[in-house]
């Protein structure tokens, strides 16, 4: 990334963004660091946009003078082809959250993956990684299936709705991590995966506000498994909030939403943030209501 000019300009390009606490968390973290920086969102829904522009958005805003972009639903995919240069991480994923415009060109990366897998090591250290059920197998879930596998997982069951969506997620996985063994499963499979497992990430939209609830039975829970959930808003989830009465190790969701925004943050500036101070901003604005 090149460091020639003394302030920066970035950018989030998505669909329904504009109250992302993104921006927010990068602008403190930067004005920590003593840096001049400008975090922007471009809410496709209020511009009038569709996700087939963000090409024509990252060249604008290059000729603006934006040094970076964090991209979001729905361009994760769609930027792809608009990019010079792709991360390896990001190409076996195929999706991209941060752009760097650089001398070189577009430089696309994917901190979703190192976001969840930073947010497992140092909020479960030690966690057991024989066997893990992941539920939702989505656009979230694919990164954290990715980063689970990354991280030593030996065998990941994923379990979604959507059949043919889960068996693609599975053929993907298992040609990128040969030495693990990764299956697909239903709902009905959900309990007898859960009772062998070490480890569960949920990773749907159940138990957001707008979706509020448990997304499996509590009966199915015990003390031996950790539990993580990928939902941030709220913190503390009813499944997190039961796990935990029930004695089980837990990873609430906003570690991966402040893991992957210390990753692109450090990504964009070269510096790298401090993550518990960005945890504690980040749960500042989730409890005011932001």
């Not at 090409?55 to 040094?67: E, I, Q, S, V």
């Not at 059920?133 to 709705?161: C, F, H, N, S």
């Amino acid at each position: 990334m090149s460091t020639t000019t003394e302030s920066w300009l970035v950018g989030l390009i998505g669909e329904g963004i504009t109250a992302s606490l993104t921006p927010p968390m990068h602008e403190r973290e930067a004005r920590e660091n003593g840096l001049s920086y400008l975090y922007r969102p471009v809410d496709l829904s209020v511009n009038g946009r569709s996700g087939t522009e963000v090409g024509d958005l990252l060249r604008y805003g290059r000729d603006l003078g934006f040094n970076a972009f964090n991209i979001t639903h729905p361009c994760k995919q769609l930027v792809m082809e608009h990019l010079d240069q792709v991360s390896d991480d990001a190409a076996r994923l195929g999706a991209v959250n941060t752009v760097l415009v650089t001398d070189e060109g577009f430089m696309g990366h994917n901190t979703d993956h190192s976001g969840f897998g930073r947010a497992l090591a140092a909020g479960l250290p030690g966690a057991a990684l024989e066997k893990v059920v992941q539920l939702g197998a989505g656009g979230a879930g694919a990164a954290v299936a990715y980063a689970l596998l990354k991280a030593g997982v030996g065998q990941l069951t994923l379990i979604d709705l959507d059949l043919d969506r889960v068996q693609e997620r599975v053929q993907a996985l298992s040609a990128l991590f040969p030495e693990a063994h990764v299956a697909a499963g239903t709902s009905a499979d959900l309990a007898g995966a859960l009772a062998a497992a070490d480890g569960f990430v949920q990773a749907t939209p159940v138990g957001m506000h707008s979706h509020p609830g448990m997304p499996v039975d509590p009966a199915l829970l015990r003390s031996e498994l950790w539990v993580a959930d990928v939902i941030y808003r709220p913190v503390r989830t009813k499944l997190i909030d039961t796990a935990e009465s029930l004695g089980c190790r837990v990873l609430d969701g906003g570690h991966m939403a402040v893991g992957q925004a210390v990753d692109a943050f450090e990504l964009i500036t070269g510096i790298r943030p401090d993550p518990a101070r960005m945890r504690a901003h980040f749960l500042d604005m989730v409890s005011s209501g932001l």
